[in-house]
């Protein structure tokens, strides 16, 4: 039965079309590329910055409709040259278009790929709702991770739950907004985000609850465009000192998003460095529209 299994599943995620798992599928290419700025010895930012090549340290393939097909990331935590293939997933849809299973290709420390996961997703009876996902090791047949989902009376999503102690919690406004994210565990309030809304930004505070003379808050901001595009995050200690944060975030004429820059302040006197920043290469087939936009953001991780 497991040798079937595994079989079966190489066979499958040689993709249905005879291809391998590092070509190329789809007509939207999407390429991740990240550099730092190097510091001196007296840890002062330089002009020096990593990746030179510009080697990507993701690459992402859409359809025509947006939808992610593949996704291929390079570097290890042990070796982070970018020459390096890391992982690679392979997106399955049903009939719906909801997303079902991904393919999971790895190498090991001999760069050898090969598959031994597979995630598979359990929706509710409506077949809208995502109410586990569970990761499967191919080779024993077994579940190797599992993380259930939850909804309010509402349908509101509220977040992962691992037992009736052990929980994430969510609240919305009447508009539909985020306005409390909070985590339970053993039972216990741990931590939690409060939000606020006002004319194109989202303020955040956020407070542990560990009563242990170690809590502390802060402040995040989130600034939108008149488009409603997401085009800055700063994050502020509430506490006198301490690290401030600040992303920006730039857009293509066609809404998706080119460039993040990310900031640092050690003392808010001195104002923000730029200590890094990531660009987004597309190659595309088709017209990219609004909507196609919108669904490969959603696949860009901003932070």
Do not use: C
């Not at 997106?91 to 999971?104: F, R, V």
């Not at 993380?147 to 539909?176: C, H, L, M, P, V």
């Not at 660009?279 to 990219?288: D, G, M, N």
Request: charged share 30%.
């Amino acid at each position: 039965m497991k040798q079937t299994l595994l079989i079966l599943s190489i066979f499958l995620t040689l993709n249905l079309f005879g291809q391998k798992p590092t070509e190329k599928v789809g007509e939207i290419e999407v390429e991740l590329i990240g550099h730092n700025f190097k510091r001196n010895s007296d840890y002062e930012l330089t002009k020096k910055k990593t990746n030179r090549k510009n080697r990507p340290f993701v690459k992402m393939f859409f359809n025509s409709n947006g939808t992610l097909l593949k996704s291929i990331s390079f570097g290890k935590h042990h070796n982070t040259d970018l020459r390096v293939l890391n992982q690679i997933n392979i997106y399955n849809y049903d009939s719906n278009g909801l997303k079902s299973k991904i393919d999971i290709w790895e190498t090991d420390y001999d760069k050898n790929l090969s598959n031994k996961y597979f995630k598979k997703f359990d929706f509710d009876s409506t077949k809208t709702k995502i109410t586990s996902e569970k990761i499967y090791e191919i080779y024993s047949d077994t579940i190797y991770t599992q993380a259930d989902y939850w909804y309010n009376k509402k349908g509101e999503y509220q977040g992962i739950i691992f037992d009736s102690t052990y929980y994430y919690k969510r609240e919305y406004n009447e508009k539909q907004q985020l306005i409390s994210l909070q985590q339970i565990h053993d039972g216990k309030l741990r931590w939690e985000w409060n939000y606020t809304y006002s004319d194109r930004q989202r303020i955040g505070i956020f407070q542990t609850h560990y009563n242990d003379a170690e809590d502390y808050s802060k402040k995040e901001i989130r600034t939108y465009n008149e488009d409603d595009f997401l085009v800055e995050i700063e994050e502020l200690q509430i506490i006198k000192d301490g690290l401030q944060e600040k992303t920006k975030i730039y857009y293509d004429k066609n809404g998706i998003i080119k460039r993040i820059e990310a900031y640092d302040s050690y003392n808010r006197e001195d104002g923000y460095e730029l200590v890094s920043y990531r660009e987004v290469k597309v190659k595309s087939k088709v017209i990219v529209d609004s909507s196609i936009a919108e669904k490969i953001n959603k696949q860009i991780r901003i932070e």
